[in-house]
């Protein structure tokens, strides 16, 4: 049996997955209030939110400094996760994050 500590020191990428209204958000949110309590570094992102953030990031010029962020912190969370179609930079960008913290 994996405890939430374990999963975190090691490197499992897990997904919850179920149907509108099933509590993913809430329980994704609970498990990285979780992660902070327990010292873990966590960032929180809307998928399309952050996609929108990695273009004013590369914008600004500061692309390499946000990847660089999101591939230290040792859980990702990306709520709302594959309900749009990612297009050109944006694909390029999410596999830039997946590769990152792999």
């Given at each position: 049996m994996i405890t939430f500590s374990g999963a975190l020191s090691t490197s499992?990428?897990?997904?919850?997955?179920?149907?509108t209204g099933f509590g993913k958000s809430t329980l994704a949110s609970?498990?990285?209030?979780?992660?902070?309590?327990?010292?873990?570094?966590?960032?929180?992102?809307?998928?399309?939110?952050?996609?929108?953030?990695?273009?004013?990031?590369?914008?600004?010029?500061?692309?390499?400094k946000f990847f660089d962020k999101i591939a230290k912190c040792k859980l990702l969370i990306l709520d709302d996760f594959g309900?749009?179609?990612l297009q050109g930079q944006q694909q390029l960008d999410m596999l830039e994050v997946i590769e990152d913290r792999h």
């Open positions: 499992l990428s897990p997904s919850i997955c179920g149907p609970a498990l990285g209030t979780q992660a902070c309590a327990m010292g873990f570094s966590v960032i929180y992102f809307n998928t399309q939110k952050m996609i929108a953030q990695t273009k004013n990031q590369r914008i600004e010029g500061t692309i390499l309900l749009t179609h």
